[in-house]
């Protein structure tokens, strides 16, 4: 069965990077793009990034253009996330999300569980 | 940025009944459109695409309609699982991707 896990959250200061990853299995990894979309305790979802099936596009929220960076490593199954210059408001459980279809960009039909990320002093 | 407005916020309803949630986009997004229900500390899960198209394994009281900049979630024959906040979800033009801010439904 398809499954998405995270890993890498935990706490870190204003400033500081962070790297999460994302595992995937049950699936042919390298045919589907792959997102980031993260949740603010208590508030709602935000598409953070995507990376398309081959890793040759790349797109961005704005929130995070330029700090942030998408990859993906089709021969291990994973993803990543490098988060630079965090920032109180990035703070959030962050999902990765496959999308549904082959070689597009779209919409999500399956979540990893989520890692938290906090960024405090 | 398409910008994507759900209404209400939130609402109460009665197991048995018909519910709707609309979702707005600040322009003309064709029929790409997704709903996701979400359940506390839990991932989202997909429900509808294509405006309307219900996702495998998703119960036939949920369905979706509209094109266009508005669009309708209705929930028949409510249930006591569907306690959940519900979300909308435009794909036409990116980046961004953007969600409707939420619908929290709650059974009473």
């Known amino acids: 069965q398809v499954q998405l896990m995270e890993s890498g959250g935990g706490v870190v200061q204003p400033g500081r990077s962070l790297r999460l990853s994302c595992t995937a299995s049950?699936?042919?990894?390298?045919?589907?793009?792959i997102h980031w979309v993260r949740q603010a305790p208590g508030k709602g979802l935000e598409w953070v990034a995507v990376i398309s099936y081959d890793g040759s596009n790349r797109y961005y929220a704005e929130s995070v253009e330029g700090r942030f960076t998408i990859s993906r490593d089709n021969s291990k199954n994973t993803l990543s996330l490098q988060m630079n210059s965090l920032r109180a408001e990035d703070t959030g459980v962050y999902y990765c999300a496959k999308d549904q279809q082959m070689a597009t960009i779209k919409y999500f039909d399956y979540w990893g569980q989520g890692t938290l990320v906090t960024v405090s002093s | 940025a398409i910008r994507v407005t759900q209404s209400p916020s939130s609402f109460s309803a009665s197991t048995g009944d018909r519910v709707t949630i609309t979702c707005r986009a600040s322009?003309?997004?064709?029929?790409?459109l997704a709903w996701y229900q979400q359940k506390p500390g839990k991932a989202p899960n997909l429900l509808i695409y294509?405006?309307?198209t219900l996702q495998s394994g998703v119960p036939s009281r949920f369905s979706g309609s509209g094109s266009g900049t508005d669009f309708t979630l209705t929930i028949t024959y409510l249930q006591s699982e569907d306690s959940a906040t519900y979300y909308c979800?435009?794909?036409?033009?990116?980046?961004?991707?953007?969600f409707g801010q939420g619908t929290r439904l709650e059974i009473k």
């Open positions: 322009q003309d997004i064709s029929n790409y």
């Open positions: 294509a405006a309307s």
């Open positions: 049950g699936f042919i990894f390298s045919n589907y793009a």
């Open positions: 979800q435009q794909y036409y033009i990116y980046p961004p991707i953007t």
